[in-house]
């Protein structure tokens, strides 16, 4: 079956503009997660979403980053004002149930450069 | 806070040596540990994990992995190199004493393999 996508694979926008991110998990998953991966890091934990409610969004960095859910599915990473500090790849992951040992399927990534 | 360190961030091997990629995680709690290999230009793909039970864990693609809960380690191995094992490989905690679902990645280990 089909398995985690995002789009766009690339997207690159000025600093200040607005840029949303999308990730369409595999059919049926419950849970949903978006990291941020740097060069030459591992990927860094944004928010997870069990759902369509964020059960923990404590990755964030600040409040001009946003994410939504709306019907358990689809979500959108939202980012505000960006700044050249944002370019980075953001990875979507999702599974089928709540568990921590559960395995998360990943996406291949949306990489945004700022400029 | 709960942390993962993967020793090395390069590591070179002959095919058909022996693969040692090591990793350590601090928690006062055990937590779940998995690894993750990432191909270039592909999203992240689980090798194993480790949530309860037998300490020593195989995967994918002849790696295995031992959970020593007194080194605090999770260890990968692989008795014999193979070239398409070129990639990044990425050790991760979930659970443990921050709870939950956040999942921890270390920085990462570039596999290189030798003719």
């Known amino acids: 079956g089909a398995g985690v996508s995002q789009t766009p694979s690339n997207k690159v926008t000025e600093k200040g503009k607005y840029v949303e991110l999308r990730c369409d998990p595999i059919s049926g998953h419950t849970a949903l997660y978006w990291y941020r991966q740097s060069l030459g890091q591992g990927p860094e934990f944004l928010i997870y979403?069990?759902?369509?409610?964020?059960?923990?969004d404590s990755g964030l960095p600040n409040d001009r980053f946003f994410a939504v859910r709306p019907e358990g599915s689809v979500s959108t990473l939202k980012i505000q004002r960006t700044e050249r500090g944002d370019s980075a790849v953001y990875l979507c992951?999702?599974?089928?149930?709540?568990?921590?040992?559960?395995?998360?399927?990943f996406g291949p990534g949306t990489r945004l450069t700022v400029l | 806070a709960q942390s993962v360190t993967q020793l090395g961030s390069h590591v070179s091997v002959s095919e058909g040596a022996l693969v040692l990629l090591r990793c350590n995680y601090s928690?006062?709690?055990?937590?779940?540990l998995f690894w993750y290999v990432q191909y270039p230009n592909q999203g992240l793909q689980l090798l194993l994990k480790?949530?309860?039970?037998?300490?020593l864990v195989k995967g994918i693609n002849g790696f295995e992995a031992e959970f020593k809960k007194s080194e605090t380690s999770f260890h990968l191995t692989k008795p014999s190199a193979h070239m398409s094992d070129a990639a990044e490989y990425f050790c991760a905690v979930k659970g443990g004493e921050a709870g939950g679902f956040k999942t921890i990645f270390g920085a990462g280990t570039r596999l290189f393999v030798k003719a």
């Open positions: 928690s006062s709690v055990p937590p779940y």
């Open positions: 480790y949530t309860t039970g037998a300490t």
């Open positions: 979403f069990q759902g369509t409610g964020a059960a923990d």
């Open positions: 992951a999702s599974s089928d149930r709540v568990g921590a040992g559960n395995e998360q399927f």
